[in-house]
């Protein structure tokens, strides 16, 4: 494969990601507003927002996670401190367990348990607040959550109480390893997909895992950015590798 080829393939390889992933995005979006639409009917009713009223939203999370997407294998709200009246902790989050079916992820969350899953200080959860933006968070090890390496898509909710949760979609690595190959295969130069934070997403060579940082000395060939309608809140790219 020539160069000129090679650019080709990669600016299509490029552009397929980020369409496949500004696609999750509007999953994550579809919750969101789901989320808003209950907060906004029992603040009408003067009821106050609790776990049982959060978990009407279990249908359409279903319903997303068995839609043909294999990309995607868990999606969910991560609330506040003052999100709910009755804890001030929760996490209503499902997770694909095949095309049919999910189930939910059940977390330690009092904080005086052995293996308290402190997610309000996680960086999915805190950086999408802090920011105020959507933002694709990882690839990160996700210990005492779901306890895989996976790349999170997030989405600060408002709420009318003042508080701010987060609605967040977690991404299949492996699917994305699929995904990479089916397009560049196994060519060389080595390709890696790498994240905002600089650790390697995915790549078509098994000198570069997921989750590892690139050596100081690797010399990177080409980059080609993975084009998004919001680019700060995909701020992956491709990068050819030198392969000697």
């Not at 309000?120 to 996700?142: C, K, M, N, T």
């Not at 990479?180 to 890696?192: D, K, M, N, Q, W």
Request: proline share 7%; aromatic share 6%.
């Amino acid at each position: 494969m020539n160069d000129e080829e090679l650019n080709a393939l990669l600016e299509t390889t490029a552009a397929a990601i980020g369409k496949r992933i500004d696609g999750l995005f509007q999953f994550v979006a579809e919750v969101r507003a789901r989320v808003d639409d209950v907060a906004a009917r029992a603040a009408e009713h003067r009821k106050p927002l609790d776990r049982t009223a959060l978990a009407t939203i279990r249908p359409l999370v279903q319903n997303i996670l068995q839609r043909d997407e294999p990309l995607l294998e868990g999606i969910g709200v991560a609330v506040g401190r003052e999100a709910l009246v009755d804890t001030p902790r929760w996490l209503e989050w499902w997770r694909r367990d095949t095309a049919d079916s999910s189930h939910f992820v059940r977390h330690i969350l009092n904080p005086d348990a052995v293996g308290f899953y402190d997610y309000q200080s996680r960086e999915w959860f805190v950086h999408p607040i802090e920011q105020q933006r959507p933002l694709a968070i990882g690839p990160y090890v996700d210990a005492g959550g779901i306890e895989v390496c996976t790349v999170t898509l997030t989405m600060p909710l408002p709420l009318a109480t003042g508080d701010v949760s987060v609605v967040g979609g977690d991404l299949s690595i492996p699917a994305m390893e699929h995904l990479l190959l089916e397009s560049l295969g196994t060519l060389r130069p080595p390709i890696a997909l790498v994240a905002a934070n600089d650790r390697v997403i995915v790549s078509n060579s098994a000198r570069y895992v997921t989750g590892s940082r690139l050596r100081p000395n690797t010399t990177v060939v080409r980059t080609v950015p993975v084009p998004s309608p919001d680019p700060e809140r995909l701020r992956w790219r491709l990068l050819v590798l030198d392969n000697s």
